[in-house]
């Protein structure tokens, strides 16, 4: 019997914590404004699908041999791929990927450059001083140069 009391007891506390929790205006708030992302979500996940699954079937699929054969680094192949070439296209990318992060970080700095301090503004004026530095670098040992 008193068993059955707590068991009862325990049945109420859980039921009047589950209502408590459902029913908190908070989370109906924090859904609400949550909402609509994922709304956003599912669309994108839905149209991304059916455009995926349109180009699978509306495409023609007879590739050619051209579109077969082997394309490495911007090179037409002309023997085994394990042969070395050039490594300046590498060097190339890397340089593009270093100075487009530049621009990436230029681009937030301009927008906010009203708000920042004076730390924030010297800061990235030493960042700019210093990839000017390495492309002047870069410049006089002739990396850029594809003689």
Not at 14 to 35: D, G, Q
Not at 38 to 43: E, T
Not at 76 to 88: L, Q
Not at 130 to 139: A, K, M, Q, R
Request: aromatic letters at 16%; glycine letters at 4%.
């Amino acid at each position: 019997m008193l068993l059955k009391i707590k068991m009862s007891c325990i049945n109420l506390e859980l039921n009047t914590l589950l209502e408590s929790f459902f029913l908190n205006h908070n989370h109906s708030l924090i859904f609400s404004e949550y909402a609509i992302i994922l709304v956003f979500l599912v669309i994108g996940a839905v149209l991304a699908t059916i455009i995926l699954l349109l180009s699978y079937l509306l495409a023609n699929q007879n590739p050619e041999t051209e579109k077969l054969s082997t394309y490495e680094c911007g090179f037409e192949p002309y023997e085994d791929a394990r042969n070395s070439f050039d490594v300046k296209f590498y060097l190339i990318a890397i340089l593009f990927i270093v100075f487009d992060i530049e621009t990436m970080f230029l681009l937030p700095w301009t927008v906010s450059l009203s708000n920042l301090s004076s730390l924030g503004y010297w800061s990235m004026i030493d960042f700019i001083i210093e990839l000017g530095v390495g492309f002047v670098y870069i410049w006089y040992l002739g990396v850029l140069e594809w003689n």
